[in-house]
């Protein structure tokens, strides 16, 4: 028992000693909730409260619910039920549905995707399969909030839903569904919870026998609970208050997909009898990472209402490293390097994690790491090759490789031609689509024509066939089969986990906050989840964004508005870094010279400015050479303003090399020297 209480602090231990009965624990990022229901599930188990099966414990991911079984495990309370939801439920169904319903519990439904198809067709909207997952997610989303195919449009239209497909035809294509569904006696996931509340809401005897077996209830993340999820836990407790759950509204972030911080930050209404109980010490992470979680926080304004502050109680690690790159593949390779460096200095592959915002930004990480020799695994997302739209790209290109004229036209900008026009029919148009499913396939698809791009800058005046055998390659390299390795994941799937080494990418505004976040509550969510990224950091913390997509683009893009005061205003990083002035990108080399936007005033000196031409006529008239051959314009602009006073700070200028230095060094310092 003694052991259960060890290395909880006191908050924690009042949390696992709160008699049976309602409990909530409203707490931060890495302050252990997940450890203190574990070890309240093992107390209650051992102090003879509630046997090992009256208990039910619900947690968010399949991934967890393992997690928790073998950390129940470990603390003496083996074959506990932890579930999801949706599995807690298949297995309940599964028992009741002989007496409830009669016969076999009717199969499920493991893609609802062709069922979908059916309906969409007999109303007469599309079939693609970017309109199907979208109706598919709009019809998830009506369910998971409790929407009826009558009452989808009006609850859409108040959620500000925004879907590709008009409301209405969704609404029909729902209602569609949801008959031929049940006359092929089918059920979806979301079905289990629907029918597991109505039977025990409904029948008695059934209620009877759930309710005498299982009377304790443990619910992880309960900031992200669906009213779908809401309603069966309610049908589980049946009027009864067994109830321990733990959150942090700070994290919610599947708000989009119905859920919502409701039910966890009203606990105490609902259950004013409930000892709530808030914790602050982070456990998980140093000093110099929460601090910036904390700022994160701070940043979404006054009138936020859940705002907790973590405190730090590990011993100080490293600050965290910004840094920006003038484009993505740059951005990932960087990364790579550095990952490949911290594995070679004997860190293990799976304490490192790549978080980014969509799982359309793994691809370019898939390639960097595998290129840097690491091993990694892709969670919550498909890998890049695996995507259907990406093998159906790759089968076109195949198709055209193999049925184009040996004399067929080739070379670069022809090549991007005719990907662009050979995948425009499945799904890549010229501007982009709304958020959604046709979106997430015309990223990954944009994605197959930057590797014709990069195949083309790579020059050899590539054509189809060298694409066609460029993406097999790629392929097949990524395939290899790695457990031992970097988690690549989304914001979305990294939640509850944790890592040595957190490398945050491509946090671009747009990215993140992504570019469909519009009303304030889409870029609060945005904002969590950058709270979420940050936490989940033990030791090192990397974020980095880069000014453009492909290698050579135009530098357009900006980091994210989030780190405005949490990152340095502008790193210094000489040749792709930001205007000393205003912080905005530098473009071109005069620019880059000298670290100013050319519209941004100069902080030189006229005089010394003065002083500088009149040595550089002086010198090229000794020389016989042009004015522009001892020093640019922009160097000398430069050298005013940064007033070196010896070699290094000479060096440190761009244009400036060892030969210049030998040549003019002592002479441009001795002018300077005589300006000061
Ligand atoms: P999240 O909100 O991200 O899900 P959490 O609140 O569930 O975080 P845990 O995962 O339970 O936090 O704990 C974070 C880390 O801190 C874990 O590594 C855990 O073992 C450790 N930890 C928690 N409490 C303590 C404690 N009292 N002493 C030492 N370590 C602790
Ligand atoms: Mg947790």
Known sequence: MRDLLDGLDDEQRTAVLAPSGPVCVLAGAGTGKTRTITHRIAHLIATDAHPVSEIMAVTFTTRAAGEMRVRLRALGAPGVQARTFHSAALKQLRYFWPTAVGGQLWPLLENKLRLVAMASRRVGSGTDAATLRDLAGEIEWAKATLAAPSTYQAAAAKALRDPSVAPETVAKVFEVYESVKRDAEQLDFDDLLLHTSAILEDNETVAREFRARYRCFVVDEYQDVTP?????????????????????ANQTIYSFAGASPKHLLEFDKTYPEASVIRLENDYRSTPQVVTLANRVIAGAGAGHRFRLKLRAVLPDGPQAVFSEHPDEPTEASEVSAKIAARIEAGMPASSIAILYRINAQSEVYEKALTEAGVPYVVKGGQRFFARAEVRQAMTLVRRAAESAPETHERGGPVLIDQVRELLGPI??????????????????????????????????????????????????????????????????????????????????????????????????????????GVTRARTHLHVSWALSRTAGGRRSRRRSRFLTGIAPDAPARAGTGRCRVCAGPLITPGEIKTGRCHNCPSSADPQLVEALKTWRRQRSADDSVPAFVVFSDATLLAIAERRPTDDAALLAIPGIGPTKLDSYGCEVLAVVGRTR
Do not use: C, F, M
């Open 427 to 532: 799904g890549l148009s010229d501007d982009p689509p709304p958020p959604g499913a046709l979106r997430d396939r015309w990223d990954s698809l944009l994605g197959v024509v930057s590797i014709a791009e990069e195949l083309a800058d790579a020059g050899n005046e590539p054509g189809l066939r060298e694409l066609a055998a460029e993406l097999e390659q790629r392929s097949e390299a990524q395939h290899a089969p790695t457990i031992e390795g970097v988690t690549l994941a989304s914001l979305h799937a990294a939640k509850g986990l944790e890592w040595d080494a957190v490398h945050l990418v491509g946090l671009t505004d747009g990215t993140l906050p992504i570019q469909y976040a519009e009303t304030p509550e889409q870029v609060e969510e945005e904002r969590r989840l950058l709270y979420v």
């Open 228 to 248: 779908l999820q809401q309603r069966t836990l309610q049908a589980w407790l049946g009027g009864r208050n067994q109830l321990t759950v733990v959150g942090d």
